[in-house]
């Protein structure tokens, strides 16, 4: 039941741009977003309600179709500081079990 | 930021000793959860609540337990702990006040089961 992400790890440049995917077998409510730095917990990125509903977060963006059971978050401009494990969470409809996806890895170079 | 604190920090133990994990909160939120987080696995949920002794369980709740008698407590035990079980655990809350919504975590305990 656990919501796939794709890639699993990449590596980027400063500056440039990266999309993470999280993709889920079953209906979604809602999405939220996470990233953890190495060593420490996991923190709140944003959420998305709706389907097709769009948010932003610095240069941090992320999208939500309901009916393709998909989100998929935007990262523009890449900064040293965005280097983390990004994962998306869930509500599994009709159940109250908040799952998380499976992480991506994302490193960023100077 | 809601104030968590899980305690112990690390912990090492033997197979088969009872082992409970605490997680402490100070503001009253309804809904607490329980994770484990293991290299290519992620977060797992073990348990969560959604109130005073309301509890129930999550995706990998064999070997485990909880306990909630106070609104600012929730327990984690390992009734005999196994090194599957060697793991860094993780506290959260609902930060919202719904559930669900902006979980917000401890940071965490270190598990290791020899």
Not at chain 2, 57 to 80: A, I, M, N, P, Q
Request: glycine share 8%; aromatic share 10%; charged share 20%.
């Amino acid at each position: 039941q656990q919501p796939v992400q794709s890639p699993q790890a990449v590596i980027l440049r400063e500056g440039e741009d990266a999309v993470i995917n999280c993709s889920s077998s079953k209906a979604l409510y809602s999405v939220h977003w996470y990233r953890q730095k190495h060593g420490e917990a996991p923190v709140f990125l944003m959420i998305l309600l709706k389907g097709g509903e769009q948010k932003g977060h610095d240069k941090i963006s992320a999208s939500f179709n309901e009916k393709k059971q998909q989100s998929s978050l935007y990262l523009t401009a890449s900064q040293l500081s965005y280097s983390g494990t990004y994962f998306c969470g869930t509500e599994i409809r009709g159940t109250y079990k908040y799952i998380f996806g499976t992480g991506t890895r994302l490193k960023v170079l100077a | 930021d809601a104030g968590i604190t899980q305690s112990p920090r690390h912990k090492v133990t033997e197979t088969g000793t009872p082992v409970t994990l605490r997680c402490h909160q100070t503001e009253n939120h309804r809904y607490m959860y329980w994770y484990r987080q293991d290299p290519g696995h992620g977060l797992r949920l073990i348990h969560y609540s959604y109130g005073v002794k309301d509890t129930d369980k999550g995706e990998v709740s064999d070997g485990y337990s909880v306990s909630r008698s106070k609104t600012e407590d929730f327990l984690l035990t390992l009734e005999s702990a196994t090194s599957s079980q060697t793991s860094v655990y993780f506290c959260a809350i609902s930060e919202s006040g719904q559930i669900n919504e902006k979980l917000f975590f401890g940071s965490g305990t270190q598990l290791s089961v020899l």
